[in-house]
């Protein structure tokens, strides 16, 4: 099957202007601003299923739905802060596709008639930032950016902002703060920002592979799109799949297909690395409930979709799936991911700064093989007190691979502690 | 020279991107240009800054403070920064960078006798299907060096003394 996001694995040169434009690049947005109402852009991607990538898979259509028509003006920002570990599908897109995600944005930005839209990359992208900012003025040298576009009068300015090493700002609302020059910690939501976003105004923020969607959901329409995918996730998705397969990288597949066809798939991961077994997985990186595989086919069997992910005690989140086998130890990878996580929580409230801080301490000292019997119960205790009480998801991330790691695979910690 | 005056045209452009009663949101770019040279924010920095957005040198330090990639203080001329968070450690980061310090002869933390090189390590850089792999961030900017090899990775650290010469 051809393409939808990663389309420049199938067509050459596709990050050239010229070679986007020959490929029916822009059309959807010429047709956009010249012959559609914004609502009627908004209701195609309603009618398409779409549903956000960047994690929550909240529907896109809606979210764009609801801008406050009555506070002006509208923003609209691009997150691409891709900081998730084990996920690196935003990168390749707007490496080599950027035009798309460009016109998706575009689109966006016209359906909620915003004039002005933001990217904010993580900081490492820099090159990526200047590369981006060189294919804005291409779309502005060719009237499709910047003022009366095309000879409407909607005008767009796109700017790129760069962050600066923190996890914790591909969180919308630290996003924000760290894009008004903060320091980069969530707001109490609600309200929400497409009623209250950057400087106080109805802002749409959406991840780069939602936005890269778009355009071929408008050429295409939303039937076509809807008839990919699953009823409860249509279209495709960008798997980023790494750890142990011989073949880690990105692949899009419908969603419905199966851990299965994208960890053994040839032109996938093409299998475990040393053709082990396969023990865990991890579907949406580190902030991963732990899925049971050991070796399992029924397991292996099932659909990559929100809802059947959801049946495995986890969930699909961004869809990079880390696959652990049978020489790792679920301590070590506990040991990785709460390192991670105690890092990058910022601070802001306590269950999440103090929890973070005694779930690594106690994993170190497990880990490390001083750990008592007893160690193992306090860590999962304290990982469950923080469960539901942090101020944004990235306490309840930290706590997720724990809790599970420790309920699933005991034996593994039973190994490392002393009785 | 305060920023301005060395950067007239960055600066410019820089504050063009946002609305005027809204150029604090200058602030992290701002940070990039006075960190490049030196490859660390000074004091004389952050108050150049505060006085550009009209926001206090303590406003400017606490964003200092919370991102990792500004630094206050001096480190070797470049920074090299491997990946060793899940991903990257599930394909051999951590042994890759236990050879390194062996063979460069400094742990992570510690700076090379010559002034050169700094080690550190980080958290998923987004290039986890090419581990092992790190960044190295200095003069000429933050360079991703990726499906390394100790061998691959030795001749990097080698370029660096020949690297970022003529520093813009
Ligand atoms: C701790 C944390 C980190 C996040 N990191 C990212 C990220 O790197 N990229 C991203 O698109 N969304 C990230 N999100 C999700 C965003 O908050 C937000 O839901 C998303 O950008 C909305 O876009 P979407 O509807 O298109 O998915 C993160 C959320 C949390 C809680
Ligand atoms: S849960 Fe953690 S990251 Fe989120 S606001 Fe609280 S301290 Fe910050
Ligand atoms: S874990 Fe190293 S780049 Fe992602």
Redesign the pocket.
């Known amino acids: 099957m051809a393409h939808v996001v990663l389309r420049h694995r199938d067509i050459p040169n596709l990050n050239q202007f010229d070679v986007y434009k020959k490929n029916g690049g822009f059309s959807a947005f010429k047709n956009a601003v010249k012959k559609m109402q914004p609502t009627e852009v908004t209701d195609v991607v309603k009618n398409s299923g779409l549903?956000?990538?960047?994690?929550?898979?909240?529907p896109?259509g809606m979210?764009w739905s609801f801008i406050d028509n009555k506070n002006w003006p509208h923003y609209v920002v691009a997150?691409?802060?891709?900081?998730?570990p084990g996920?690196f599908k935003?990168r390749e897109i707007m490496e080599s596709n950027p035009f798309q995600f460009l016109e998706g944005l575009a689109l966006c930005s016209y359906a909620v008639a915003a004039n002005v839209a933001y990217i904010y990359l993580?900081g490492e992208f820099w090159q990526l930032a200047a590369f981006l900012d060189e294919k804005i003025a291409e779309m502005e040298e060719a009237g499709l950016l910047g003022n009366k576009i095309l000879g409407t009068d909607y005008s767009l300015k796109i700017y790129t902002h760069l962050g600066a090493g923190a996890?914790?700002?591909?969180?919308?609302?630290?996003?924000l703060e760290s894009l008004e020059g903060k320091r980069g910690q969530?707001r109490v939501r609600p309200p929400f920002p497409p009623t209250f976003g950057l400087y106080g105004k109805p802002t749409i923020?959406?991840?780069?592979?939602?936005?890269a969607n778009v355009p071929m959901i408008l050429a295409n329409g939303a039937d076509w799109y809807k008839s990919m995918g699953t009823a409860d996730s249509s279209g495709v998705k960008v798997f980023s799949l790494s750890g142990r397969v011989r073949r880690p990288g990105n692949y899009e597949l419908p969603f419905g297909a199966t851990f299965r066809e994208l960890i053994y798939g040839e032109k996938n991961g093409a299998g475990v690395q040393d053709a082990r077994q396969v023990k865990a997985l991890m579907p949406a990186g580190a902030?991963s409930s732990l899925i049971v595989v050991n070796g399992d086919d029924k397991i292996l069997d099932t659909p990559m979709d929100y809802a059947s992910v959801r049946t495995l005690g986890s969930e699909l989140g961004?869809a990079s799936v880390i696959v652990i086998d049978d020489t790792v130890s679920i301590d070590w990878v506990i040991n990785k991911t709460i390192h991670f996580f105690k890092h990058?929580s910022c601070g802001k409230c306590t269950p999440c700064r103090e929890g973070t801080y005694w779930m690594q301490n106690i994993v170190h000292r497990i880990h490390g093989g001083d750990g008592k019997q007893g160690d193992v119960d306090l860590l999962l205790n304290v990982a469950k007190q923080m469960q539901g009480k942090c101020l944004?998801?990235?306490g309840d991330?930290s706590a997720m691979a724990v809790v599970t790691g420790i309920e699933r695979f005991k034996g593994d910690f039973d190994k490392v502690v002393k009785v | 020279m305060s920023l301005v005056e060395k950067y007239p045209k960055e600066v410019k452009q820089i504050l063009s991107k946002y609305p005027p009663e809204h150029k604090r949101s200058a602030v992290m770019p701002l940070l990039f240009l006075a960190q490049r040279e030196e490859g660390y924010i000074t004091k004389a920095g952050m108050q150049d800054i505060g006085k550009i957005l009209d926001i206090t040198e303590t406003e400017v330090a606490s964003v200092v403070g919370f991102y990792t990639l500004y630094h206050d203080a001096k480190a070797g001329k470049y920074r090299v920064q491997i990946c060793n968070d899940l991903p990257c450690a599930l394909r051999g980061a951590d042994k890759f960078l236990e050879e390194l310090c062996g063979n460069v002869g400094i742990k992570v933390g510690e700076t090379t006798a010559d002034g050169l090189v700094t080690f550190e390590t980080v958290t998923c850089l987004a290039a986890c299907d090419k581990a092992p792999m790190f960044q190295t961030q200095g003069p000429d900017g933050i360079n991703y060096h990726e499906n390394m090899t100790i061998n691959k990775a030795m001749e990097v650290i080698a370029g660096l003394k020949y690297a970022g010469k003529e520093v813009k």
Do not use: Q
Request: with cysteine; net charge negative.
């Open positions: 549903r956000g990538r960047g994690g929550a898979g909240f896109t979210k997150n691409a802060d891709e900081s998730e996920t935003d993580r996890y914790i700002c591909g969180e919308e609302t630290a996003l969530p923020i959406n991840n780069v592979e939602t936005f902030s961004s990058e944004c998801a990235l991330f």
